[in-house]
């Protein structure tokens, strides 16, 4: 299986400031990457797909980069409605794998 | 806007069996694969199951392997999650998720429904 190593677990941050989540993956996974925030409660909703190509409706300020085994999320401006759990996820090869998870919270 | 709306979940007791539904709309589940994802209680994501696009080939975890079948009712617009000899481990949110089609890669879980809770215990 593809191991997907996510950091940091937590970071705290204040609004207006940039943020920078990366994952590993444990052999290369071309650009089959995705990134995805959660909210408490609530179904993960996918931000970037193919590693930097933002979804629909998504804000600007998130951006992803990254091929092969290294993968950036990026959030600038953080706003109030960022602060959750954000997720990557390889889709590659079965089985597909999550990263552990960030939680980014309110300094 | 693609929509997915699981339903099922339930209190369950150890080694005691459930099917969990995900109806569909706006979105063809005859040419799109489709999967289940879990989360446990204060935990991450977990994927469970998938089924290719054509329906022919089905995929498990190692977690569920031998005790859970995911199938499809076209006709139904629904996707099924069979869960048998159930453990407490296995007490989580399940979700639906979209999965690719022949033509689109792009569209693995793109869209999730909202999740529908199976607590296993006695």
């Known amino acids: 299986d593809i191991q997907m190593t996510q950091s940091p677990s937590s970071l705290s941050a204040s609004v207006g400031d940039r943020v920078t989540i990366t994952c590993r993956a444990s052999q290369g996974i071309t650009n089959s990457l995705g990134w995805f925030q959660q909210m408490p409660g609530k179904a993960p909703k996918r931000l970037i797909y193919?590693?930097?190509s933002l979804e629909s409706g998504a804000p600007s300020r998130f951006s992803g980069s990254g091929s092969g085994t290294e993968f950036t999320l990026t959030i600038n401006n953080l706003q109030p409605e960022d602060f959750a759990t954000y997720y990557c996820l390889q889709h590659h090869r079965y089985p597909p794998t999550f990263g552990q998870g960030t939680k980014v919270e309110i300094k | 806007q693609v929509q997915l709306v699981e339903s099922g979940g339930n209190v369950v007791p150890p080694g005691g069996s459930l099917r969990l539904s995900c109806v569909v709309s706006?979105?063809?589940?005859?040419?799109?694969?489709m999967h289940w994802v879990r989360q446990a209680p204060g935990k991450g994501l977990e994927w469970v199951a998938s089924?290719?696009?054509?329906?022919?080939?089905?995929n498990y975890s190692d977690s569920v392997k031998g005790r859970f079948t995911v199938s499809r009712d076209t006709s139904k617009d629904t996707l099924y999650l069979e869960m048998n000899s159930l453990r407490p481990e296995d007490t989580a949110l399940y979700f639906c998720?979209?999965?690719?089609?022949?033509?689109?890669?792009?569209?693995?879980?793109?869209?999730w429904g909202q999740g529908t809770l199976l607590i296993v215990s006695s």
């Open positions: 706006r979105f063809t589940l005859g040419i799109h694969g």
């Open positions: 089924l290719r696009y054509d329906g022919t080939t089905e």
């Open positions: 998720a979209t999965g690719a089609s022949r033509s689109d890669f792009w569209t693995s879980f793109s869209h």
């Open positions: 193919g590693a930097s």
